[in-house]
């Protein structure tokens, strides 16, 4: 995994998902958007320059609640290979049931932690390979 994009509007959430990162996929380029504005400006730019990201963690509470769904929605439209991992600490059910809905790629409950984002990118890489083979 070369170039991660976090969206994410907590900056210390954002340094330890990058920090456990950097522990366990070690990326070339870590991206990071404090905004869907933000987030958007960097998807068109990759689009002018060719530029390709191979994971995006997203917040789903960005500057109010479930505001990350519409943009999750926009990158699987726009880029329906790239995987998108959703970061919250929404575990109710009927959040989870809407958000799944959604068909993100992983789903991980914050605190954050190495096992759990470990266990996510294992389930994303292994959902890849089954998809890759059929």
């Given amino acids: 995994m070369k170039n991660v994009l976090i969206i994410e509007d907590n900056k210390m959430m954002a340094q330890i998902l990058a920090q456990l990162l950097r522990n366990s996929v070690q990326p070339q ?3 990071y958007a404090g905004s869907t504005n933000q987030a958007e400006a960097i998807f068109a ?8 990201l191979d994971c995006v963690f997203l917040d789903l509470n960005l500057n109010v609640p479930l505001d990350g769904l519409p943009l999750l929605t926009q990158i699987k439209q726009d880029f329906p290979d790239l995987p998108v991992i959703i970061v919250t600490a929404e575990n109710e059910m009927e959040t ?5 809905s959604h ?18 990118l294992e389930k994303v890489h292994q959902s890849r390979q089954l998809n890759a083979e059929n």
Wanted: glycine share 6%.
């Fill in 103 to 120: 068909k993100p790629d992983g789903y991980i409950v914050k605190p954050l932690s190495m096992k759990k984002l470990n266990q996510c």
């Fill in 29 to 31: 380029t870590l991206l």
């Fill in 45 to 52: 730019k990759s689009k002018l320059v060719g530029y390709s």
């Fill in 96 to 100: 989870v049931k809407k958000v799944i």
